[in-house]
């Protein structure tokens, strides 16, 4: 028996007797066990010569315990196909029920231009007539400075219609027609000497134009 085995034996009976010392309690005894195997680690490594070294290692601090959870790392990943063409439906349905009301709401605007023109061009003509007991000869574009002698006007900043009119001594009408360039082709509107509104034409799939008109239809039901 080599050395290094006799002191591995010597120490370990030490610590045993230690162990079992009277007057030590179960518990106590539990516990010593428990330090001493914490404590001591006594390790016989064989040398190539057939010798054997004891080696004492001091105990290293406790190692946290490892959850057995792993948290997934969130991958980023794309849209399904399935997911794309919900998202196209939806869009569809969104568009088709807004862009109309939308456009419809834009051409409302757009259409004030000319019944706020012709109500502009009714005043400024009973003016007129007021002044001089009849109606100007004739309608020239809008300018700076006061018009010429027996011309009136038109309205002034159009950007979707364009104002004619045909005056007479003691009867005139005034006409908006909605121009393409501003998408308003097919709107006219006329207003006369009698205030008397007419919706002239309007474009497909809007109601309410002709001659038996008596009002300014601003909406494609036919309302006014």
């Given at each position: 028996?080599?050395?290094a085995?006799v002191?591995a034996s010597?120490?370990?009976?030490?610590?045993?007797?230690?162990?079992?010392?009277?007057?030590?309690?179960r518990?106590?005894?539990?516990?010593?066990?428990?330090?001493?195997?914490r404590?001591y680690t006594t390790?016989?490594?064989?040398?190539?010569?057939g010798?054997?070294?004891?080696v004492?290692?001091?105990?290293?601090?406790?190692q946290?315990s490892?959850s057995?959870?792993?948290?997934a790392t969130?991958?980023q990943?794309?849209?399904?196909l399935?997911?794309?063409?919900?998202t196209v439906?939806?869009?569809?349905?969104?568009?088709?029920i807004?862009?109309?009301n939308?456009?419809d709401y834009?051409t409302?605007?757009?259409?004030?231009?000319?019944t706020s023109?012709?109500?502009?061009?009714?005043?400024?003509?009973?003016?007129?007539?007021a002044?001089?007991?009849q109606?100007?000869t004739?309608?020239v574009?809008s300018?700076t400075?006061?018009?010429p002698?027996?011309?009136?006007?038109?309205?002034?900043s159009?950007?979707h219609?364009?104002?004619t009119?045909?005056?007479r001594?003691?009867?005139y009408?005034?006409?908006?027609?909605?121009?393409?360039?501003?998408?308003?082709?097919?709107?006219?509107?006329?207003?006369?000497q009698?205030?008397?509104?007419?919706?002239a034409s309007?474009?497909?799939g809007?109601?309410?134009a002709?001659s038996?008109?008596?009002?300014?239809?601003t909406r494609?039901s036919?309302?006014c």
């Amino acid at each position: 028996m080599s050395l290094a085995t006799v002191k591995a034996s010597l120490t370990a009976r030490r610590l045993w007797s230690d162990v079992r010392a009277p007057g030590v309690g179960r518990l106590e005894r539990y516990r010593r066990v428990k330090e001493a195997g914490r404590m001591y680690t006594t390790t016989v490594i064989a040398t190539t010569s057939g010798t054997a070294a004891m080696v004492i290692n001091e105990p290293s601090a406790p190692q946290a315990s490892v959850s057995p959870r792993i948290t997934a790392t969130r991958r980023q990943r794309g849209f399904t196909l399935l997911e794309m063409m919900v998202t196209v439906a939806t869009l569809a349905i969104v568009a088709g029920i807004a862009l109309p009301n939308y456009l419809d709401y834009m051409t409302r605007g757009k259409i004030v231009e000319a019944t706020s023109g012709l109500n502009d061009m009714r005043v400024r003509l009973e003016q007129y007539f007021a002044d001089n007991r009849q109606y100007p000869t004739g309608c020239v574009a809008s300018a700076t400075g006061p018009a010429p002698a027996g011309k009136i006007y038109l309205p002034a900043s159009i950007k979707h219609f364009a104002f004619t009119c045909a005056l007479r001594a003691t009867t005139y009408t005034v006409t908006a027609t909605g121009t393409a360039g501003g998408g308003m082709a097919g709107f006219v509107y006329t207003i006369n000497q009698a205030s008397a509104r007419n919706t002239a034409s309007l474009p497909p799939g809007w109601a309410g134009a002709g001659s038996s008109s008596t009002c300014w239809v601003t909406r494609k039901s036919g309302d006014c």
